[in-house]
Antibody, heavy 115, light 107 residues
Framework: QVQLQESGPGLVKPSETLSLTCTVS????????WSWIRQPPGKGLEWIGYIYYSGSTNYNPSLKSRVTISVDTSKNQFSLKLSSVTTADTAVYFC?????????WGQGTLVTVSS | DIQMTQSPSTLSASVGDRVTITCRAS??????LAWYQQKPGKAPSLLIYKASSLESRVPSRFSGSESGTEFTLTISSLQPDDFATYYC?????????FGQGTKVEIK
């Protein structure tokens, strides 16, 4: 059973870069599309983008100018960087895996943007 | 972007009730629609994919259907474990988008 675990700072200052890593266990990262999805407190879900193990990516246009998703197959990890954050980027960030549908989810990590 | 509009936003129901949640896409998505269940403080979990295919280990009281750009999630007999928020998601085209959610509450 594939398991995902997010890691990274829970507090980021405005204008700085949010960085999160997701570790994949119980399966190979050379399967599935690996996504980041976020959920502001009390609100709905927003797909940020995905990466395939080959390195090909697809980003939500609403965030594309600020997002970078990368993969490290040797560590079975993929990462998110979101630059120039504002308070609107405060959310629970989920890493996820699937192929269109999201079959596997991390538990989520709350990232708060505040000075 | 394809907009996904769910209704209702909140639904009050009792154990044993038949519950229906609707999701309408702003344009054709074929059958590339999924439904998820999310409980407070937890990640969503996949219930249904390709509009009507039940994910393994999901109880058969859950079902999905489609009619054009309108999709429906039905719970045939609501159980205590089913009180949660439900989201639809289209994966026909990028960016993948979700509905705003339907919260199923205890009546």
């Amino acid at each position: 059973q594939v398991q995902l675990q997010e890691s990274g700072p829970g507090l980021v200052k405005p204008s700085e870069t949010l960085s999160l890593t997701c570790t994949v266990s119980g399966g190979s990262i050379s399967s599935y599309y690996w996504s980041w999805i976020r959920q502001p407190p009390g609100k709905g879900l927003e797909w940020i983008g995905y990466i395939y193990y080959s390195g090909s990516t697809n980003y939500n246009p609403s965030l594309k100018s600020r997002v970078t998703i990368s993969v490290d197959t040797s560590k079975n990890q993929f990462s998110l960087k979101l630059s120039s954050v504002t308070t609107a980027d405060t959310a629970v960030y989920f890493c996820a895996g699937g192929g269109g549908t999201v079959d596997y989810w991390g538990q989520g990590t709350l990232v708060t943007v505040s000075s | 972007d394809i907009q996904m509009t769910q209704s209702p936003s909140t639904l009050s129901a009792s154990v044993g009730d038949r519950v229906t949640i609707t999701c309408r896409a702003s344009q054709s998505i074929s059958s590339w629609l999924a439904w998820y269940q999310q409980k407070p403080g937890k990640a969503p979990s996949l219930l249904i994919y390709k509009a009507s295919s039940l994910e393994s280990r999901v109880p058969s009281r859950f079902s999905g259907s489609e009619s054009g750009t309108e999709f429906t999630l039905t719970i045939s007999s609501l159980q205590p474990d089913d009180f949660a928020t439900y989201y639809c998601q289209q994966y026909n085209s990028y960016p993948w988008t979700f509905g705003q959610g339907t919260k199923v509450e205890i009546k």
